[in-house]
């Protein structure tokens, strides 16, 4: 069964201080790799799809990798408006589960001015 | 449509009354996911659709959970005989086929009074 991990499970920064968010994951097959933005009473909003080990993607502040085993979101600078939920899915590969997303618990992060 | 649409945005219930969510996926999207979310909690995959057939109902709860999905478009969840457990908010997500990214509606928020 496929399983996500992400740590840490809360995170609080200053305005300005960068850090990184991770997810690990045992999946079959890997297929791809999302991250989601959820905020509080709203449904995740889509960040970005990795496909393979040492991609990369950026998007503002942020800037997603991806291993084998697992993937980092990086704030760089971050504003109080980056306080929300960081989501993570790995795509796994196998079967009826083809479309299944597993997700994981999430990491709030919660940026002060 | 432009994005994911779910209907009702709040529904309160009270507890042994059936309930319907609907959700209208965005246009050309051939998969369609549904996900509830505890308070506080992560995202628990409940059925995911390709086209009208859903491949994987591993997530339905209990015998009291169904959904349907006609004409490749709009789906419905009904959960019958509402219990105070299922009060959470349910997400549908879309996805122009399966594998692919998989973007959210806002939800639809359950109360069972």
């Known amino acids: 069964e496929d399983q996500v991990t992400q740590s840490p499970e809360a995170l609080r920064l200053q305005e300005g201080e960068s850090s990184s968010l991770n997810c690990s994951y045992t999946?079959?097959?890997?297929?791809?790799l999302f991250w989601y933005r959820q905020d509080p009473g709203k449904g995740p909003e889509f960040l970005f799809t990795l496909y393979s080990a040492g991609e990369e993607k950026e998007k503002e502040r942020l800037k997603a990798t991806l291993t084998k085993k697992e993937s980092f979101l990086h704030i760089t600078a971050p504003k109080p408006e980056d306080s929300a939920t960081y989501l993570c899915a790995p795509l796994g590969a196998g079967g009826t589960s083809y479309g299944k997303l597993t997700f994981g618990q999430g990491t709030i992060l919660t940026v002060h001015p | 449509g432009a994005g994911v649409s779910q209907s009702p945005s709040n529904k309160v219930t009270e507890k042994g009354k059936d309930v319907e969510l609907r959700c209208d996926p965005i246009s050309g999207h051939t998969a369609l996911y549904w996900y509830r979310q505890s308070l506080g909690q992560g995202l628990e995959f409940l059925i995911y659709?390709?086209?009208?057939?859903?491949?994987?109902k591993s997530g339905l709860p209990s015998d009291r959970f169904s959904a349907e999905r006609t004409g490749g478009s709009v789906s419905t969840l009904t959960i019958q005989r509402t219990q105070q457990e299922d009060s959470a908010v349910y997400l549908c997500?879309?996805?122009?086929?399966?594998?692919?990214?998989?973007?959210f509606g806002e939800g639809s928020w359950l109360t069972v009074v």
């Open positions: 997500a879309s996805s122009f086929q399966s594998g692919n990214t998989i973007y």
């Open positions: 999946v079959s097959g890997l297929r791809g």
């Open positions: 659709f390709q086209g009208n057939s859903a491949p994987d």
